[in-house]
């Protein structure tokens, strides 16, 4: 009969019936000793004592049963595999083992190597051959060295005019420098580049002659796009951030939650045993003084009162209650109706350690709720059913949860959510520490609440990069420093100018976004202002140093124009690359990824039209001031002339240190033939290597990564990694079907 009955299952509780009504028992002999003990009141077993002997004597003249026992998974019986897993239905129904995933590898020596990277290394060196073949037969035919084509600007009347070092007797007119054609440097542009050329070529031109109309314009267009910062929210709901509204996961949530409500709020503390030895094992904490050290901490949450709208919430008023007026709060204090006069009266750690073999059948086990409390719930950090070797204690409040994330219900549960974790972290934290113990603690909105407290803690970081970023193209952006005219010659202005544009690009693109609706995340607080600000800085310096390389005798518009015809269709065409490259990335599902390609998407275009805007007529009132001998960052202030006498000594501003460093030393390094080969091989390794290695990139994403690592919810999910056996529930919804 034991044979027939060890495997059947107890449903309801997902555990063998054995474990029910044999207390665990191991063979027939144990089951019966069970069946045949005396008990007490209140205590599963006989009310007298039962002696049940192997044979039965031949002077009682009872004869043994000659019946058939069949196991539970005879298919006679019928059993579903629910019932019994050595059913014919649980083999049948097996799901195919999942085919194993073969990777091919190569053995060289002690590596072992995907296959992927030893094609990859075999294509570079086959490449790299070809090309240092290539290189060595190109030089060995080279008979002459490559003539150096001075810079050439070609006049419609055939002549050409000179770029050099030497000093002009008059200007070049500017009707000369608007006609021409698309020839550069002695290079022919595309038909793109020549256009955008002519374009710059009169545009430059406008701007310089109405810096303060192009200034006010596009200063107050993007000022009207920062007013959408009224309706500014950051979006800090994990499940609206990684999973798309329009995805199966999403669907199915909302279904599940429309139809049968969703899952309760979770409120979590776990108190651990520290390890005496660093590998070594954590002590138990199944003892008197930790148990009376949880009825202490269960005081101090039955006592929270929360404020919602001048109503005090307590844990009662808010958590699930299936049967009467108790709390499902899952914890070993259940074994003694969560009461601490039960403690000594039930027997102590001998009770506890009863219960966890019986508590689904001893009356004095079951939970304040009227439920039994299964030990893996309570527990963590033992091995098999060794429960009393547990060294962590898990208290879980499922706390009722509604639909509508702003409701009563909902903002109720979070006042006390608010108030549970201060008093974990301000009264609980200390007293578990105080006996050599540790504690994590979290609730249902400690993720989102710690996802707030980034995105406001690190607006301190972006103001500080911001001032490193001014003082650094301040620096970068005046001349050589002088003394005795660096005052003049200095760009703070406009260095503090050009960086005040690149946050009002941010705060428009927000703005915009937020107008209609589309709430900010985390990565863009915390990414797009300063990538906004390595793109602005970078193109800010490309246009001062183009109108600084301009002849001084050209009027400020010819310098303006020749300028942007220089530098304007570059720095066009690679914002126009980071825009589309942004701009690809919003039709990325993942919501937190495609709302930063959008927002990214137009912060650089609005830095790249401010830059070719409002800094560029900026450049023009910082020259002019230049010229007009007035004082950097106080323009009303005018000095003597003696200082421009000596700027009109040369025609070309000196060249700084990095300039003098790239002309001087860098280019002519690199210019090295053998430097060339080996600057090409170098980034072609890398290259080809980073290709290689992609494949050992694992795709996921830990909640810890994307937490403050200073955040209490780190520790906690590490102690749900080390500690918790109960995951999340799985439910099975059938949709369409007709039941009648």
């Not at 966890?356 to 709720?369: K, L, N, V």
């Amino acid at each position: 009969m034991f044979e027939s009955c060890k495997e059947v299952k107890f449903g309801t509780m997902n555990t063998r019936a054995i474990e029910f009504i044999g207390a665990g028992a191991k063979n027939f002999r144990e089951w019966y000793a069970f069946i045949g003990r005396r008990a007490g009141l209140g205590v599963p077993g006989s009310p007298y004592a039962i002696n049940f002997l192997p044979v039965a004597p031949e002077s009682t003249g009872m004869k043994p049963m000659n019946v058939s026992i069949y196991s539970c998974g005879d298919t006679s019986l019928g059993c579903s595999c629910g019932d019994c897993p050595l059913s014919g239905a649980c083999s049948s129904s097996a799901l195919p083992s999942p085919p194993e995933k073969g990777s091919c590898s190569v053995r060289i020596g002690s590596l072992n190597a995907k296959c992927v990277e030893v094609a990859v290394a075999i294509i570079y060196i086959v490449l790299i051959s070809v090309f240092l073949g290539w290189g060595f037969f190109h030089r060995k035919r080279k008979s002459s060295p490559v003539s150096r084509t001075k810079p050439l600007i070609n006049v419609p009347n055939g002549g050409i005019i000179r770029r050099t070092n030497s000093q002009k007797d008059e200007n070049i007119p500017m009707q000369m420098l608007e006609d021409v054609p698309q020839i550069t440097n002695g290079v022919q542009l595309s038909i793109v580049q020549g256009y955008m050329s002519k374009f710059y070529r009169r545009y430059g031109t406008w701007v310089a002659r109405n810096p303060i109309l192009v200034l006010c314009s596009s200063v107050i267009i993007v000022l009207v796009l920062c007013l959408g910062l009224i309706r500014f929210q950051v979006e800090t709901k994990p499940e609206k951030l990684w999973v798309g509204p329009g995805s199966r996961a999403a669907k199915e949530k909302q279904f599940f939650d429309n139809h049968l409500a969703p899952f309760y709020r979770i409120e979590q503390l776990i108190i651990a045993t520290i390890p005496e030895t660093v590998n070594g094992k954590a002590p138990s904490i199944v003892t008197d003084s930790n148990i009376n050290l949880l009825f202490d901490i269960q005081k101090k949450v039955d006592a929270i009162r929360a404020n919602y709208s001048g109503s005090m919430v307590s844990l009662t008023d808010i958590c699930m209650k299936p049967l009467g007026k108790d709390c499902a709060t899952q914890t070993v204090l259940q074994y003694f109706k969560m009461d601490p006069q039960n403690y000594d009266t039930f027997g102590g750690i001998d009770h506890v350690a009863y219960c966890f073999q019986h508590y689904t059948s001893a009356d004095t086990c079951a939970s304040a709720f009227k439920a039994p409390l299964d030990p893996s719930t309570a527990l963590g950090g033992f091995s098999g059913n060794n429960y009393s070797e547990a060294s962590s204690f898990i208290v879980t409040y499922p706390v009722n949860n509604e639909i509508d994330s702003e409701g009563n219900g909902t903002k109720r549960a979070e006042a006390w959510e608010k108030a549970f974790i201060q008093l974990a972290k301000e009264e609980l934290l200390p007293l578990v520490q105080s006996k050599n113990l540790t504690l994590a603690f979290s609730s249902e909105s400690s993720v989102e609440e710690e996802l707030k407290r980034e995105s406001t803690a690190d607006a301190i970081t972006i103001l500080i990069s911001y001032l490193v970023m001014f003082a650094y193209i301040s620096l970068t952006l005046g001349d050589a420093p002088r003394f005795s005219s660096y005052y003049i010659s200095s760009k703070v202005l406009l260095g503090l100018s050009g960086v005040l544009l690149v946050m009002l690009s941010v705060l428009g693109s927000v703005g915009f976004f937020s107008a209609i609706g589309v709430k900010s995340t985390l990565i863009i607080m915390e990414v797009i202002p300063f990538l906004v600000l390595a793109v602005g800085v970078d193109n800010m310096c490309i246009l001062v140093h183009a109108v600084k390389r301009q002849q001084v005798e050209l009027p400020i518009e010819g310098r303006i124009s020749n300028a942007l015809v220089e530098v304007g269709p570059s720095i066009t065409l690679a914002s126009l690359a980071e825009v589309l490259a942004f701009a690809v990335g919003s039709f990325i599902p993942m919501p937190a990824c495609r709302v930063f390609s959008m927002f990214a998407a137009l912060a650089v275009l609005l830095d790249f039209l401010l830059q070719v805007t409002a800094f560029v007529a900026l450049i023009v009132f910082d020259f002019l001031r230049a010229e007009d001998n007035r004082v950097d960052c106080f323009p009303c202030i005018k000095v003597s002339g003696s200082n421009a006498e000596l700027e009109k000594g040369s025609n070309q501003q000196k060249p700084g240190l990095l300039a003098r460093y790239m002309k001087e030393i860098h280019a002519p390094i690199l210019n090295i033939w053998g430097v060339k080969l080996l600057v090409i091989c170098a980034f072609g390794a890398f290259t080809l290597a980073s290709i290689a290695l992609c494949s050992r990139i694992e795709p996921g994403l830990e909640q810890q990564i994307v937490l403050p690592r200073d955040s209490y919810l780190q520790g906690y999910f590490n102690n749900v990694t080390e500690y918790l056996r109960i995951g999340p529930p799985l439910y099975f919804v059938v949709k369409n079907y007709n039941y009648r």
